[in-house]
């Protein structure tokens, strides 16, 4: 009679080794960050691009971290624009306004006093306005 012989036991129990090693993933990440494509940064970091769209689809935590080092360079701009306009360039926060909202008025309206009751340094005083309608 035969005897049910048990399967061998693998001698390594992980499996294939990952190809997304901790080089690679660093080397992917910087080139995305870089504002290469999907494919350069695969080139750049010898993922496959199979493997980096399979693992993008199936791994959600992978996936953010995509779109984060996607975005890294606009927030890089981002806070650049930021620190400008808060260091009051003029010209920096003319062209936010100018991109953000595209109802801003390029050329100020400009009032000035003529007022009988101000003052000789006030009747001078030419005061610029930008309305945002």
């Not at 992978?62 to 010209?91: G, H, P, R």
């Amino acid at each position: 009679m035969l005897e049910k012989t048990k399967p061998k036991k693998r001698k390594d129990p992980r499996g294939r080794p990952t190809v997304f090693t901790q080089e690679k993933l660093r080397k992917l990440f910087k080139a995305l960050e870089d504002w290469l494509t999907d494919e350069e940064a695969c080139y750049y970091a010898w993922v496959w691009k199979t493997a980096y769209y399979d693992r993008k689809a199936k791994d959600e935590k992978f996936s953010e971290e995509v779109t984060k080092a996607k975005n890294y360079m606009q927030n890089c701009a981002l806070w650049v624009v930021k620190a400008s306009i808060q260091q009051w360039d003029e010209k920096v926060a003319m062209w936010y306004l100018e991109k953000k909202h595209k109802d801003f008025k390029k050329e100020p309206t400009t009032i000035k006093t003529t007022s009988e009751e101000t003052s000789d340094w006030d009747k001078s005083l030419t005061i610029e306005i930008v309305w945002i309608e």
